[in-house]
DNA sequence: ATTACTAGTAGACGAGTAA
DNA sequence: TTTACTCGTCTACTAGTAA
């Protein structure tokens, strides 16, 4: 297994080029880019070399590093596992939290005309008068906070009977086998970790969800 | 700048899925993952903490990581490095030597009908009836080495004057200007430090290179 | 079982120096 | 200038232990 330390000073050296040939440099100037002392950065040359990561020529002007067919093949094992991380895998989200009663608003939106046709547009279901109200724990407001970078759909704000209703976006989501979405107005602040999920049916009836109840929320991006 | 080691916790933790939701895991788990005690492993957990690169949430059974938006940055740069070098820029090795005389064997090959033909067709141009010999260096032995995983053209062998002329198998490169191409026997052994070149023109008159002379050979995958 | 403290030690670090 | 050695220091590790 290669050190963490090892493998930085491998990475520094891929990026001057030295999988694409020779690359000429001082100990100072590896030191500056590693973040180190010029003495650890020669120990860490000299550690490569060891390990047969790399081919050196030593000379009184400085040294020529290669990296070797064994250290090419090291960072590209490192490469592959953040590329699995990063790209392969479909990106699924997991919030956990638990159903709390809300302020009764989400009932009153799902109501209107307008919200209900742009909800039945993008998601492809008719709302069910009523939200979810889900507080959740703090690791999933870590993964909330993530969610914002995924495109959300725009739900376009409207007035009606003297008064104006504020432009809300909408996270299509899973709950068990049942289609959601998470519902969020644009202008008003939110907090973090209360998620407020609109559903075709009403979750609460549907399985017996009461206040207090875990549930989990799927995004998949 | 984030420390190789706690770099090195935080991929762990995103291949155990903490970019997606949180995890559970003991320190015990991590340790071996990393390689190291499980009081390191706690460490790094707080350091990564203390860096708000993940967030936990400690239990007597466990602890739920799960990493943050700026976890996620740190590693998406990491990934970013690993990409330029091994995907964006066009690959291009750089490979240095001496020119040497070589045995005078590639003259004759180069003289022969079916090789002139293969190499026309493959390389596009009429080879010079002589091969440039180099003796690369130390460094550049390592470059070589790398081509291997390169498409090279399959050369076929073939039968006259009662005897057979061996496969072979040919890269195309480029010395200053000139487009040429690195000539390998497939069968028989070949000195890993020595190139073997086929031109259109004759390099030696063209570049007035002499023996001991430094040339650059240029690989674009 | 956990986590994370304290303690003692080993190893890594940077300064100085020689080649 | 370089590299890389020795040396003293201090950090970072593992072991043991408490919660």
Redesign the pocket.
Known sequence: MIQP?DLQCLKALAVMGGCRGSVR?????LSSSLG?????A??R??SLERQMLVS?A??????DITITRKGEEELRREYAELRRIFEEEPVQYTLRGQVITGLGEGRYYMSLEPYRKQFQASLGFEPYPGTLNIRLDSQSVQVRKRLENLEWIRINGFAADHRTFGEARCLPCRIREVPCGIVLPVRSHYPEDILEIVAPTGLRERYGYRDADMVEVEVIA
């Open positions: 330390g440099l001082s100990t100072l100037t180190t002392s010029p003495q650890t020669s120990r040359l000299q050196r030593v000379t009184a002007e400085g040294q």
